[in-house]
DNA sequence: ATTAATGTTCCGGGTAGCGGAACGGAATCC
DNA sequence: GGATTCCGTTCCGCTACCCGGAACATTAAT
């Protein structure tokens, strides 16, 4: 999938890379020390701490009681490209308000990379999943996208990135592909069932701008023994069809 | 306020203040080309190319026909510091509801680093405020937050920063913020009045986990026109308070 | 008191980040 | 259509500065 070169000649400023180890790390830790990051990341500890302390000085890391922790400056960062279009925010408040109206997850997502990224989210109160990334082909947000491309576009994509089996539901054969998508533009909506984690159904749809620019998909996804054919094919379509057609409005006259 | 350091002698790391130089650039510019760059960074063209090119390589930096943007990737890392506690997670549907039955702004803001830290937010789809930063002693949250300090800790906390004027009515006095803040731990709420900006009116409530450590502060604000004396201590204070003690016990039964 | 573990500081060596300049392509202008 | 301008990209030599190892400081545990 990615092009494997010989270890150790990646290319570009390997400090920046070096930097970015270590926000990952401290990421996945939240709250680590010193010598515990140099194990997690091969670094050496005075590497470790001299980048710790350049970070911790420029705000984007905080230090208590000699653990490290991600800062919120990175919200600052990470907010602009969330609100890079005033869709984003709209969309933000729809997904909360088809949570509360069924109760069920809601999500709105867009493609970043060939991949399905959650900007939005509407659900359990642990885990946030907002900026987790999934293949788009095993996502009803993500099909909804495809669906919104030309044939070409999806060929391409297919061509780079496979069609990786997630379930055994999932969709893994372009021509499948391609005929699921074709009855998505047909309907208005994808369905995903089971295609992305056992259990679990969704239906979605694509939200577009005034200008027909596309911005991403909203979704709403529960288990199957709430998510009943009629629900899913009769009440949740007409339902994102109209959140995403506010959007839209909101967009066309603020 | 900050110890001057001779121009170019900045500690650390030399290489990652430049990559956040970049970052921040984008951040501010949202769209921009390498040249373009170059200027508002001061960096040489050469630079700016090789850095662009690692974080693009990296996924954190979106390049899109010779144009650079933030990437999402940051949300996985800055959604990390942001539902660090469940708390967090809680308040951001506190927020929510605040906003939706009050029909005005609403808030959650930490403090970090002696700033008010914005959470979480509801309010106009244009500007989200997410991350943004302000001086704790001009908000009604940033209050709520000082009063639950004791008065060492506030006592330093002026010593290291002061107490800048935002508005005419901004507390400057320590004396006044000290007699300000034991009134506001008597009633147990904040109330800003025009003191970070004219015309906006705001109250507060700080908000604790079961253990009683202090999370951040819940508020709700608005133009001076329609929070009226009643509604802002007596309506406003108690729906706060009943938030705050909601999140309390989500966060005991979970 | 001793040991161990961790954060902090120092310093010499060599890598890799830097900047300047040159190249190639695309758009603009006359 | 040739000239000009403005970019992005590439190349290369220099040296700044990043790195790693080791020593030192501090704290906690036994």
Redesign the interface.
Known sequence: MNTDRTEGD????S???K??RL??AL?DE?GISITELTRRTGLTKSTVY??L???T????V?ERDDRY????????????????K?GY??AK?KV?ELGQETDERAVFI?E??DEA?Y?HRYGS??E?M???RRPLHSLAAGKAILAAWDDERVADFVDRNGLESITDRTITDPEALAAELETIRERGYAVNNQEHMDGLRGVAVPVYTPEDELLGALSVFGPTSRLKDEYVHEKLPSLLQDKAGEIKV?LAY?
Do not use: N
Request: charge should be positive; charged fraction near 30%.
């Open positions: 990646e290319p570009g400023v400090t920046t890379r930097t970015f926000l990952e990421r939240d001299r980048h302390k350049t970070l000085d420029l705000g984007y905080i922790y991600i800062g919120y400056r990175f919200l600052e960062i990470s907010e602009q490209a969330r609100s890079r005033t925010t709209v408040r909360f867009a970043e990379d990224v900007l109160l642990s946030t907002i900026g987790k909101t603020r």
